[in-house]
């Protein structure tokens, strides 16, 4: 049975943090170049259209493997992810299902530790 690292937890969520910061180089650069598509209407409905696709395959294509092992929901984050960088809507789902997530991630941490300390009172071989 492998055990929880709250300094684990708390250093990931720490460098995701650290990662969402808007003075990060790749951001600024990538948001000059989102102003440079938004000065072009063609090509920023190209870009708009583009990133639907993408976004909404990589979201249905992570539905439907969600029942399968593998990554399902990682790849359903990615492609709300991906649809969040253009679409309000998106951002928001994305942000609730993170919520949910972390609801039933400490509802399933609780739920471990009142099964491990019933059975460390439970006398052997009951």
Do not use: C
């Not at 969520?13 to 948001?31: H, N, T, V, Y």
């Not at 539905?63 to 309000?88: R, S, Y």
């Not at 299902?97 to 609780?110: D, T, V």
Request: aromatic residues 8%.
């Amino acid at each position: 049975m492998t055990t929880e690292n709250p300094t684990l937890e708390s250093a990931v969520r720490a460098d995701i943090a650290a990662a969402e910061q808007p003075s990060r180089p790749i951001r600024r650069m990538l948001r000059r170049v989102r102003v440079w598509i938004d000065k072009h209407p063609r090509l920023n409905a190209a870009y708009r259209t583009g990133v639907g696709v993408i976004g909404g395959v990589l979201a249905v294509g992570g539905l439907l493997l969600v029942p399968l092992p593998g990554p399902g929901w990682l790849i359903v984050f990615l492609g709300l992810a991906v649809l969040g960088t253009e679409f309000h809507w998106a951002r928001r789902a994305a942000a609730g299902l993170k919520r949910m997530l972390e609801r039933f991630w400490a509802w399933w941490r609780a739920r471990r530790a009142r099964k491990a300390a019933t059975r460390a009172d439970s006398p052997e071989g009951v």
